[in-house]
């Protein structure tokens, strides 16, 4: 890993807590307001004791129906998920579920905007991938082709963010780009 | 209770058992895309049973940060909080939270069409009532004055939706007047 300017790098951070850290800045600064979904879970008991925070003692994952993050910018109803690779040529589709490919094609269809923010970990390099490049991909896989997105279609196809400062992934920098073309 | 025609009737369920079913018909007929939010949990132990999902064994309730519903219906984004009440007469204002009045209050500055769903159980009356109604009658409690909003605020400020059949709260048949009335 070659020496870089520590203050850009994201010291280990996930790709969420970045953006957790962003959708935090838009909303103390009344830019946008843009929330991750809590993980669903099924309640199963619950524990009350006395004077103490009620415990839940057993619950199970349920699979999301939904991507992970949506919420409101500019009348502008934005919807995304959030994924990560370690390598450094292409992304792999198995990132990806039927149900999220499902949810942004709806939401696309009622006229929300809905993408894809890929990192590319070891490189350091972030995405902006409208759904239509994403659903291009999911049906040539559906259909026998390649199951993955090689890292020269992120390049021409999608939107890159340039790492700054506060936020460090200015993920709505680019999307001003993606709505006008997408309306054009 | 006075008898009426049954096919009518909620049968006991919660207002939010209706609106889940709504949001069914609607994602059904791809007419809008909206979903209740996962409540939220903070999960401190899981045990992963051979063969077996994984179990949570320890997690606690978070406050959420938002309300309860959103989505996308036509390009514009959605959310709203559903209230119920036994109340005859009116709605008490401490079924509230502070939380949920800030979060609509930061959608509607985003554009985004921000309301509650309020029911009257007792009555089998259900409203569609605008923030701005909700935010008038928070800043004068605030500053004082009376801690409920009177059932007849709802029958002239607010929008009646009249119970139907499949879905049974047909909540955006109102949100087009809504929409078309603070558009103007
Ligand atoms: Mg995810
Ligand atoms: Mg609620």
Redesign the pocket.
């Known amino acids: 890993k070659k020496d870089k300017d520590l203050s850009f790098s994201n010291r280990g951070k996930t790709l969420e807590d970045e953006l957790n850290e962003t959708n935090i800045y838009y909303l103390n600064h009344q830019k946008a307001i843009i929330h991750k979904k809590p993980v669903p879970v099924q309640i199963v008991k619950v524990e009350y004791p006395s004077r103490s925070a009620a415990v839940i003692r057993e619950a199970y994952f349920r699979t999301p129906s939904t991507t992970?993050y949506n919420g409101v910018w500019n009348g502008y109803y934005i919807d995304f998920?959030?994924?990560e690779t370690e390598s450094k040529t292409s992304f792999p589709l198995k990132n990806i579920h039927q149900h999220q490919v499902t949810h942004m094609k709806q939401v696309t269809n009622q006229k929300g905007i809905a993408f894809m923010i890929v990192r590319f970990s070891s490189l350091e390099r972030y995405f902006v991938v409208p759904f239509n490049i994403i659903n291009e991909a999911w049906t040539l896989m559906e259909q026998g082709g390649r199951k993955s997105i090689p890292l020269k279609i992120f390049e021409t196809k999608t939107y890159e963010i340039t790492p700054g400062y506060n936020p460090r992934i200015d993920y709505l920098s680019v999307i001003t780009n993606l709505i006008a073309n997408e309306e054009s």
């Open positions: 992970d998920e959030a994924k």
